[in-house]
Each structure stands twice: as C-alpha cells, then as structure tokens.
C-alpha cells in the first residue's frame, strides 16, 4: 500500500515538475517575443496554448447520454441508502479465492441453495455504495453476475455480497481445450453482457479471463467483479488505475482519463488473441510502462504517435528511452501448428477492429455482435429455435 501511494506520489510530482518546466519555457519564449518587438496578442495566444496544450476530451460513440437521461438517483451512488439483509441466512461452505479488495467463499443459504459469498476488504464507503448500485441497477441482465443480497457482518461491521452460484473452470484449464466454435460462442455470450452494461450507461473496467465465470457443462457464461466499473459521463475524467495490466486499454497506459465503453472492447481484444492464439496473456508487460511496449512491438509506434497527437495526450518521458521505433506487425505473425486452427480470416479481421490504439475506432459491443465471427454462432441459435422437421 506504500510502495503505491509512493509511486502515485511520484507521478504526481512528475507531473507537476513537467509543467513548472514548461510554464519557464513559455515566459522565456514571451520575454525573447518582446526582445524581438512588442508581440502581437496572436503571438502571445500561439504560444500559450503550445505551452499549456491540455489533452482533447472524447465522447464515446454510443450510450453517451444514457446517464444524463436517468434520474439522479440511479447513478449518483454516494446518496445511495444500502437495504442490508439478514447475514443469519447464510453460511459459509469453502474458499473460493481472494483479490486486491476481497475475498469469495462458495456458501449456502438456509434452504441449502448455494451462492456466492464476496466478503470485502476495508475500503471507502464510497466504492463500496457504487459496486453495490451499479449491480442492483443491472440485476436480471444477460450474463451479468445476479446480487441476491447484501448482508454486514453485525460485529464487525464488514459488508458481504451474495450472488448465484456458478460452477466455474479455471480459465487456464478451459480456454487451452476450447474449440473455434466455443470460442466465438462464449465472446458473443461476453458482448452480450458488455452490451448490457454499456447501455445501461456503466462500464466494467475490468474485463479479463479471471472475471467471467464458465459453466462449460451448462454452456452458461457470466460477467462477475463489478468492483471497478463506473457510471459514463461524457468527458469526464476518470481513474487510469483500473484494469489489471495485461488487459489495460493504450488510453490507461498514456494516462488519458477522458475513456469510455471503449476500454472494455480492448480488453475483450486482448482475450480474443490470447484465445486464438493460444498466448495467454497475449501482451505480456512486466510493470504499465513495459505494457505499451509490448503492445507498440505489435502495433508500431508510427501509430501511437498519431493516437497521442491525435488527442494532445502528453507522453511520460520515461518511454523516451524504452519505447523504440516499431513497425506494425501482421497478425498472421502469430500463426503456428497448435492454434491455425482457431485462426481464420473473420477471427484476424475482428481482432483489427478491436485492439486498436484509438478508442473511437474499436467496435462496440453492438457492433461487435454483428461481425462475421459470430455468423456460425447465430446460424446455430435459428436451427435450435427452429421446428422439428424443418430444414
């Protein structure tokens, strides 16, 4: 917790050094303008805003007003007055694993039902309100992880969520056996979630293989951990500490706080390659500055650098020395024995739509589920509905 209060300390102060050097660069330019002769207001006007250039704000190209046309209530989550059950219904059967800010138990209720029990780690009130709205605001939707519950332990004080039980496979173990056709099966089942949540004027933040639960017997997919999604507001900034590294969109990694929905469809680019590919994680950084290295590697840095002029955004002087000069690699690169199989053409176009350093460009959800991937998927859904009989 120190050593990342440290490095956020530093990066502010980084920042801030960055911006006095840049506020004596634009008196000294001024002084030399009046040297010269009395400078115009054009001049003086020019030269502020080299100076001072403030990133270009963006605003996501679907669901941008979804939460101004809500009522206050359903997004504003520090007003939100939690309804806390009975933790007496409850009782815990196994650990299922921990995280950053919880802990998760397999538990059942008092008629024997199981759940899931996510007990959480002491952290501000107000985190805990927004992951507890943003799920009661998206109970009963495709995919998403169902909160039966709210309880608080009455001693001390802990807050507990309680969800439907999925009987998971280690994502390690499945993906390594999945099929062409499971894999574009489960992606649609994943947008379709995505699509939900984005609709509904929420972003998740934290897409990755750890945090959708298959039911591989059942065929059933959801979207679980709920602890780092937002409400969208257009140009708003938010937090670029979100998302876990291998999954973090190019915007996190070049500090823009001005994302979107967009943020969620990298991530899902990101499980995409590594599942047709066979390369788990498929960009692998050893710490956030080593990430958009690896993705530079494949992308080019030629379009990186037409991203960040693209939206003014002020590149950390650190990659000065670690970046390099990358061309963009094809992504038939990435084909060998073990996964051509998974590799056709539709999968390599609908991964160029996705992982894409502009976030304007990458599909959306919406859009994403009306690739040519995902036509045998649909094709499978109209012969299951058809009649008996039918051809």
Same mark, same amino acid.
């Given at each position: 917790?120190i050593?990342?209060?440290?490095?956020?300390?530093?990066?502010?102060?980084?920042?801030?050094? !960055?911006?006095?050097?840049?506020i004596?660069?634009f008196?000294d330019?001024?002084?030399?303008?009046?040297?010269i002769?009395?400078?115009t207001?054009?001049?003086?006007?020019?030269?502020?805003?080299?100076?001072?250039?403030?990133?270009?704000?963006?605003?996501? !190209?679907?669901?941008?007003?979804?939460?101004?046309?809500?009522?206050?209530?359903?997004?504003?989550?520090?007003?939100?007055?939690?309804?806390?059950?009975?933790?007496?219904?409850?009782?815990?059967?196994?650990?299922?694993?921990?995280?950053?800010?919880?802990?998760?138990?397999?538990?059942?209720?008092?008629?024997?039902?199981k759940?899931?029990?996510?007990?959480?780690?002491?952290?501000?009130?107000?985190?805990?309100?927004?992951e507890?709205?943003?799920l009661?605001?998206?109970r009963?939707?495709?995919?998403?992880?169902?909160?039966?519950?709210?309880?608080?332990?009455?001693?001390s004080r802990?807050?507990?969520?309680?969800?439907?039980y999925?009987?998971?496979?280690?994502?390690?173990?499945?993906?390594?056996?999945?099929?062409?056709?499971?894999?574009?099966?489960?992606?649609?089942?994943?947008l379709?979630a995505?699509?939900?949540?984005?609709?509904?004027g929420?972003?998740h933040?934290?897409?990755?293989p750890?945090?959708?639960?298959?039911?591989?017997?059942?065929?059933?997919?959801r979207?679980?951990?709920?602890?780092?999604?937002?409400?969208y507001?257009?140009r708003?900034?938010y937090n670029?500490r979100?998302?876990?590294?291998?999954?973090?969109?190019?915007?996190?990694?070049?500090?823009?706080?001005?994302?979107d929905?967009?943020?969620?469809?990298?991530?899902?680019g990101?499980?995409?390659?590594?599942?047709?590919f066979?390369?788990?994680?498929?960009?692998?950084g050893?710490d956030?500055?080593?990430?958009?290295?690896?993705?530079?590697?494949v992308?080019?840095t030629?379009?990186?650098?037409?991203?960040?002029?693209?939206?003014?955004?002020?590149?950390?002087p650190?990659?000065?020395?670690?970046?390099?000069?990358?061309?963009?690699?094809?992504?038939e690169?990435?084909v060998?024995?073990?996964?051509?199989?998974l590799?056709?053409?539709?999968?390599?176009?609908f991964?160029?739509?996705?992982? !894409?350093?502009?976030?304007?460009?990458?599909?959306?959800?919406?859009?994403?589920?009306?690739?040519?991937?995902f036509?045998?998927?649909?094709?499978?859904?109209?012969?299951?509905?058809?009649?008996a009989?039918?051809?």
């Open positions: 917790m050593k990342k209060s440290w490095n956020e300390q530093r990066r502010k102060d980084d920042r801030l050094k !960055r911006k006095i050097d840049e004596i660069e008196k330019e001024v002084f030399q303008l009046f040297v002769g009395p400078p207001i054009d001049d003086i006007e020019r030269r502020f805003e080299t100076a001072f250039r403030m990133p270009i704000p963006s605003r996501a !190209r679907v669901y941008a007003d979804v939460n101004s046309a809500k009522p206050r209530e359903y997004w504003d989550y520090e007003q939100h007055v939690i309804e806390w059950g009975n933790i007496e219904d409850y009782s815990l059967v196994r650990k299922l694993g921990r995280g950053k800010y919880s802990e998760v138990f397999e538990g059942v209720r008092n008629n024997d039902e759940i899931v029990v996510k007990i959480l780690k002491p952290v501000k009130k107000k985190k805990i309100k927004r507890i709205k943003i009661e605001n998206l009963g939707g495709t995919n998403v992880i169902n909160l039966l519950d709210v309880v608080k332990d009455p001693i802990t807050p507990a969520l309680i969800f439907e999925v009987n998971n496979t280690d994502f390690k173990q499945l993906y390594q056996t999945l099929s062409d056709f499971d894999i574009r099966y489960y992606l649609y089942e994943l379709k995505l699509d939900f949540c984005h609709a509904r929420i972003m933040r934290d897409v990755k750890h945090n959708v639960m298959i039911d591989h017997e059942k065929r059933q997919l979207l679980i951990d709920w602890g780092l999604a937002e409400f507001h257009p708003q900034d670029v979100v998302a876990s590294r291998y999954f973090k969109g190019p915007e996190l990694l070049v500090d823009y706080q001005c994302y929905y967009a943020l969620d469809m990298w991530s899902l990101c499980m995409l390659a590594s599942m047709i066979r390369k788990e994680p498929f960009f692998h050893h956030n500055y080593d990430q958009l290295v690896r993705i530079c590697k992308l080019g030629d379009e990186l650098y037409e991203y960040i002029d693209k939206y003014q955004i002020e590149l950390d650190r990659f000065n020395d670690i970046l390099g000069r990358h061309t963009r690699k094809r992504w690169r990435f060998h024995g073990e996964n051509q199989h590799v056709t053409s539709e999968a390599i176009d991964l160029d739509h996705l992982l !894409r350093y502009d976030h304007q460009e990458r599909l959306t959800a919406r859009e994403a589920m009306d690739h040519p991937y036509a045998p998927v649909l094709e499978d859904q109209q012969r299951r509905l058809a009649p009989g039918d051809s």
